[in-house]
């Protein structure tokens, strides 16, 4: 059985007079097209993808995204769950970005696109000038965000930033006022630090815009064991508690109920 599936995403309409071909295609939005189908399959885990595979094909201009048979799997259930839904609220941010991406495409140059797997029956999205396959704004908020690990990089000719390798989230990517660099006495890269950081958070799944992320301040971080540090914790917990009747307090926190 053969181990591998594929992706066609067909892309119909013209250029001035032309119809659209590989010929008259242009090299940036075929790297877009490349960039969405990567996001597209894994969003989330692209060290561990295994390998994609492409070519063009005429008929106007179709991209087929050759990879494993399981994600091909896994992603036509997804088409079948946004038409379903009519809607991409649902997916992972990566994801969204990416169908975004197509329909932002679709209405500026008046094209269409359909999406469809190898799978036999496959499901399908269409999407032209007249779709919406947007977010909706009101489930993405203002959030305060704070992140711990060791920063790599920053800096940035353009685009000043902050990379921070975490623990929980891989590297994060912290846009960051030149301003700060230029007045920042000290050299941060390959230590500890933390960063906050403010940026849109969907308040349904809590997912964080990571391409929203605005640097606020840099932390000193040390995440060793302080002896001290804890003792002087243990101290204030200490005159907090002295006047509380522990035994009361633990018999009205069950409810009169006797563990």
Known sequence: MDKTGQIEIKITGTKGKFELTPDNYDIRELITVLQNAEDLLFAGAKRERPPITYRV?????????????????????????????????????????????FQDTAIKNN???????????????FINKNTHFLRSEYLWIDAEFYFYG?????????????????????????????????????????????????????????????????????????PSYDKEYLQTLRNRAKRSWKDVDTDKWLKDLRGGYNA
């Open 150 to 222: 060791k920063i790599t990089n920053m800096g940035g000719k353009e685009k000043a930033n902050f990379h921070i390798v975490t623990d929980d989230m891989g590297t994060i990517l912290i846009q960051t006022p030149k301003e700060f660099f230029y007045h920042y006495e000290a050299n941060p890269l390959y230590k500890n630090f933390g960063i906050r950081a403010i940026g849109k958070q969907n308040i349904e799944t809590g997912e964080i815009d990571k391409s929203s992320l605005r640097f606020k301040e840099i932390i000193d971080y040390f």
């Open 111 to 125: 094209y269409e696109f359909a999406i469809s797997t190898s799978i036999s029956g496959s499901n399908s999205i």
């Open 57 to 101: 094909e005429d008929g106007s201009v179709k991209h087929i995204i050759k990879t494993s048979l399981q994600a091909i799997i896994g992603f036509n259930a997804l088409l079948f769950q946004i038409n379903s839904k009519n809607a991409i609220d649902f997916l992972e941010y990566q994801t969204a970005k990416a169908f975004e991406s």
